[in-house]
């Protein structure tokens, strides 16, 4: 399967959160480690990053979703953004 490199977040938590958010779209992602078949992972965390790709047919819409997130949206459920 051909893929593309869409974006390099900082660790598995950014990468599980874009790969969530892209799953809500129907877009399958895939995240890689650096270094020989994930191994540098094993040895040193995921201080090198984490590489999310996609199919080809799905990176623009992939990369708009990602563009047009606003981190600061009240609408966002997360513990402590209840209103009261």
Do not use: C, W
């Amino acid at each position: 399967m051909d893929l593309v490199h869409l974006v390099q977040v900082y660790n598995d938590i950014e990468a599980d959160i874009v790969e969530g958010l892209l799953k809500d779209y129907g877009i399958v992602s895939i995240k890689r480690y650096k270094g020989t078949k994930g191994y540098m992972k094993v040895i040193m965390g995921t201080a090198l990053g984490v590489d999310i790709f996609v199919k080809p047919e799905d990176y623009k819409q992939a990369k708009e979703i990602l563009e047009n997130i606003d981190i600061n949206d009240d609408d966002l459920d997360y513990p402590g953004n209840e209103e009261e």
